[in-house]
């Protein structure tokens, strides 16, 4: 028996997954494949840019679980092999990428490399890589930093206290790139901490979305939040904010801009519920890290496919003839993602049986004949 001055270590319990997390996973990361083709002066482009990024940090929220960690060491350590670890990795293969094809390197060579340098590994916005949009693991391992401290700052105080400081912060991290004329060195704060302030907010709320259980006291308004979300989402965001980029702090109004993208957000899950059976759905979901990585390479593969059969040269976000042939060029793209992500599993699965002890019979005979 264990004396009364002695601390025992409980166990966190663990939680289902839920599937309308993964479902509004892939359905978001489609969007974005959609907003990276679209012309950026277009209406839907707004439409997407204004809640996109976003729920990818509240969803993130509803599954971050910072007490699994225990002490703020830990939590560090294991966002930094699953955040900082997959940014790198994701610039290396891009590098390697480009290296290979001689359009890509072309392109790469006309730039300084103390440009390219500085945007992957000060800013943490790789340039020219067409990896740029790993920016989102940077924001969030901050985000996530954030958010631990806040919690075990503000977890127990006062429902207007957390309210209130929880407000202060959100518009302090629209109104972050003011102090951009004053910095010592460079344009903006480094490894998207600016954004990270914005994301944390978001992230924030995702956490107590799922601590309060909403998903599931929600589901049976789907079908009609849906629609009035998305309308609303419109008019608040599109209409009466214009455009907006997560990525670069562009945030014009801070009340629309919180606005519309919870109305997005809350218009994107109740697409979720409703598809959440779907298992091609759940499958981007699941690896919607993979697939958010390689969507740019996607996306040109498809536009080379095109230039090579039209002989005409599209280039993303710039150039594109109308909203029928964006949209079919990221349905094309995002094929070539899934498929990705089934090639990627499969050499993750045959890599983990790999390193099982008795993959190979004749290792496991020679260990059992020394014994």
């Given at each position: 028996m264990k004396s009364s001055g002695e601390s025992v270590a409980l166990p966190v319990p663990g939680r289902e997954r839920i599937t309308e997390i993964d479902v509004a996973r892939g359905l978001a990361l489609f969007l974005t494949v959609l907003g990276h083709v679209l012309l950026s002066s277009g209406v839907w482009f707004g439409w997407i840019f204004s809640f996109h990024m976003p729920a990818f940090f509240f969803l993130s929220g509803m599954t971050?679980?910072?007490?699994?960690?225990?002490?703020?060491?830990?939590?560090?350590?294991?966002?930094?092999?699953?955040?900082?670890?997959p940014y790198f990795a994701a610039i290396a293969a891009g590098t390697a990428v480009c290296m290979l094809r001689p359009d890509y390197r072309e392109v790469l060579f006309q730039f300084d490399w103390k440009y390219l340098l500085t945007w992957a590994f000060y800013y943490a916005q790789p340039k020219e890589l067409y990896v740029g949009q790993v920016w989102?693991?940077?924001?969030?391992?901050?985000?996530?930093?954030?958010?631990?401290?806040?919690?075990?700052?503000?977890?127990?105080?006062?429902?207007?206290?957390?309210?209130?400081?929880?407000?202060?912060?959100?518009?302090?991290g629209t109104q972050i790139r003011g102090i951009d004329p004053y910095l010592p060195w460079?344009?903006?704060?480094?490894?998207?901490?600016?954004?990270?302030i914005v994301a944390f907010v978001f992230l924030l709320f995702g956490y107590y979305a799922s601590e309060l259980h909403l998903?599931?006291?929600?589901?049976?308004?789907?079908?009609?939040?849906?629609?009035?979300?998305?309308y609303l989402n419109?008019?608040?965001?599109?209409?009466?904010?214009?455009?907006?980029?997560?990525?670069?702090?562009?945030?014009?109004?801070?009340?629309?801009?919180?606005?519309?993208?919870?109305?997005?957000?809350?218009?994107?899950?109740?697409?979720?519920?409703?598809?959440?059976?779907?298992?091609?759905?759940?499958?981007?979901?699941?690896?919607?890290?993979?697939?958010?990585?390689v969507q740019t390479f996607a996306i040109y593969l498809v536009l080379d496919a095109v230039t090579a059969v039209t002989g005409v040269k599209y280039t993303p976000m710039r150039d594109i003839p109308g909203d029928a042939f964006a949209l079919a060029v990221s349905i094309a793209a995002f094929i070539i993602m899934a498929g990705f992500a089934v090639v990627w599993n499969r050499c993750r699965g045959r890599v983990e049986q790999m390193r099982r002890p008795d993959f190979f019979p004749c290792r496991s005979r020679g260990k059992n004949k020394n014994l």
């Open positions: 971050f679980r910072p007490e699994k960690a225990g002490s703020f060491g830990a939590f560090v350590r294991g966002r930094l092999r699953k955040r900082i670890v989102f693991l940077a924001a969030l391992f901050f985000a996530e930093i954030l958010a631990y401290g806040w919690l075990r700052l503000f977890r127990g105080r006062n429902l207007l206290v957390r309210g209130y400081s929880l407000l202060l912060i959100a518009w302090l460079g344009e903006r704060l480094p490894w998207k901490l600016d954004t990270a998903l599931e006291r929600f589901r049976k308004y789907a079908w009609l939040c849906g629609p009035l979300c998305a419109y008019c608040f965001g599109v209409r009466f904010l214009g455009s907006t980029n997560m990525c670069d702090c562009v945030y014009v109004s801070a009340e629309y801009y919180y606005t519309a993208a919870f109305l997005g957000i809350i218009a994107l899950l109740s697409c979720a519920v409703i598809l959440r059976e779907s298992r091609f759905w759940q499958f981007c979901g699941r690896n919607s890290l993979i697939m958010f990585i």
